[in-house]
């Protein structure tokens, strides 16, 4: 009876935590699968939870970056509807006027929109400004002139600035615009070299 | 030669009941009795101390899983314990295909195996029985009853390996499992 040849060997007695283990391995419920389907789970279940993250991480990543895209686009096309307001505008006056700046020949074309009291300025040109020194715009009016904007053109920029801004509600009927050469921050009244004088 | 001390039949039928119960006490009263025999056989065939303690896992868990296949009818449990512990080393014995280290490993194990053992162990008498059956089995028999069943070997790789021609392997291995079977046929009952 080949049966019994099992006890031929001596016994051994096993390490006594062995005990506990062996009998609470035994006894847990059995996984679906079989052992090694439960390591294939466990395996399946790692990888994904590693492709969930990845996929979070890439998706969270993404949609920051589309965010800040579509706030960017937002931005130019607003910029964009703008600039058509203002050049629709059945209030608005176009103005060009040529200037040459430390020997360079440029342009300044106003936009103004009387209806909206909304004004575009486009620089295109223009010599940079000297340290220390910024280009201002004025609007000229019965009192005098006020102070519009200044507008410091840089060297590493390109050659053309638009800017767009608001006729203050203080300030009366524009008549004209100007622009003079003022220390940078600008100055509460014209005490540099005027660039050019326009009457709108 | 002393007798072992053995459980009735009806104890047995009473322990394989709790069993298929799912009555975890009778699993413990279990690997308290088979455990070393289980760790024993395991370590004698895989002469590895980590796989045999993997293998008496095993053996616990199909134990557990599996005792409704158990058939009374074909005979005593601790048998069929130790054939599912036989079987889950040879797996990984063959697993591991080292055949050659392993025989050089078990050959030292051969001689290893005249140490004295903890014979307060349950269940001593009946390895002692089962050793004095192989004893007295001639040496060309008893060498290809342990190859057969501690190395897994087919009858084919017991005649390679002996150098000996397949059909005297098979009548070898028929002769000395009559006289086993002869020399054992009282050992049938539960045994503590």
């Known amino acids: 009876m080949t049966d019994w040849l099992g006890m031929t060997p001596n016994p051994r007695t096993p390490r006594p935590e062995l005990r506990a283990r062996v009998l609470a391995r035994a006894t847990q419920p059995e996984a679906r699968g079989g052992r090694w389907g439960g390591g294939w789970l466990a395996a399946a279940a790692l990888v994904a939870l590693a492709l969930g993250g990845a996929a979070g991480y890439w998706t969270r990543a993404t949609i920051a970056a589309l965010s800040a895209e579509r706030d960017r686009l937002a931005a130019e096309l607003a910029a964009v509807r703008d600039t058509l307001g203002f050049v629709r505008g059945p209030a608005t006056r176009v103005a060009w006027v040529p200037v040459t700046t430390n020997g360079r020949l440029g342009g300044v074309t106003i936009f103004a929109d009387s209806a909206t009291r909304r004004w575009l300025v486009r620089c295109e040109g223009m010599a940079p400004s000297e340290p220390g020194e910024t280009y201002q715009i004025w609007f000229v009016t019965a009192e005098g002139m006020k102070r519009a904007a200044t507008m410091t053109m840089d060297e590493r920029e390109s050659s053309v600035m638009a800017m767009a801004f608001d006729v203050p509600s203080d300030v009366g009927l524009v008549t004209g615009a100007a622009m003079s050469i003022e220390p940078r921050g600008g100055s509460p009244e014209p005490r540099g070299p005027m660039v050019f004088h326009l009457r709108l | ?192």
């Not at chain 2, 045999?52 to 601790?78: K, N, T, Y």
């Not at chain 2, 004295?116 to 349950?122: I, M, Q, R």
């Not at chain 2, 000996?164 to 054992?184: D, M, S, W, Y």
């Open chain 2, 1 to 192: 030669m002393t007798q072992p001390k053995r459980l009735s039949q009806e104890d047995e039928r009473t322990l394989i009941r709790r069993l298929k119960v799912r009555d975890e006490s009778a699993l413990a009263e279990l690997y308290d009795a088979l455990a070393p025999w289980v760790l024993g056989l395991a370590s004698r065939i895989l002469q590895d101390d980590a796989e045999a303690e993997e293998v008496l896992g095993d053996v616990f868990v199909q134990v557990w899983r599996r005792i409704d296949q158990h058939e009374a009818s074909r005979g005593p449990l601790v048998p069929w314990v130790l054939s599912i512990a036989r079987n889950r080393a040879l797996d990984a014995l063959r697993r591991r295909r080292r055949w050659w280290r392993k025989a050089e490993r078990w050959g030292a194990a051969q001689r290893l195996e005249d140490d004295p053992a903890d014979d307060s162990v349950p269940g001593w008498p009946v390895h002692r029985e089962v050793h004095a059956a192989l004893a007295a089995l001639p040496e060309e028999q008893r060498r290809v009853v342990l190859l057969a069943y501690f190395e897994g070997l087919t009858h084919s790789e017991i005649a390679r390996r002996t150098g000996q021609p397949l059909g005297t392997v098979k009548t070898r291995l028929r002769i000395a499992h009559g006289k086993l079977a002869e020399a054992l046929k009282h050992v049938k009952d539960w045994l503590r």
